[in-house]
């Protein structure tokens, strides 16, 4: 298996990745959204809508 960013030789301590840099590069792509996953187009994404229990204030 190749890592997915750099196609060098994974590293078993960095598994699917070949070192920390890596796996680090891949996190922040999701962070900052660069992957998505595709949806067909026009569905947005809705959040739920919430109940009472969770409109109480917590203590």
Do not use: N
């Not at 569905?43 to 809508?49: D, G, H, I, R, V």
Request: net charge negative; aromatic share 6%; hydrophobic share 20%.
């Amino acid at each position: 298996m190749s890592c997915p960013i750099c196609k060098k030789d994974t590293d078993p301590k960095y598994r699917p990745f070949c070192s920390r840099r890596c796996a680090d590069v891949d996190l922040g792509r999701w962070l900052t959204e660069s992957y998505a996953i595709p949806a067909p187009e026009g569905e947005e994404e809705t959040p739920p809508e919430l109940d009472d229990e969770d409109r109480k204030p917590r203590h």
